[in-house]
């Protein structure tokens, strides 16, 4: 799964926005929309912090 669809798969099994997602990932929520529409990819250090956000909060985004 790329990091767009899984970016969104998350947002949307949180019932969050791009900006609640954006506040929680200490990014812009014109960074989230970039990801979300596969315009841009997260660097390393935001692969890490959704990596790290999933596994914090128990989630298994499918």
Known sequence: MDY???IK???QMLRMSQEML???LGVSFATINRW???K???NYAAM???DEY???NNL???
């Open 48 to 50: 890490r912090k959704i």
């Open 60 to 62: 298994e985004v499918k």
């Open 9 to 11: 798969k998350l947002r």
């Open 36 to 38: 979300e529409g596969n």
């Open 40 to 42: 841009s990819k997260p």
């Open 54 to 56: 999933i596994k914090n």
């Open 4 to 6: 767009c669809e899984t």
């Open 22 to 24: 954006a506040k929680e």
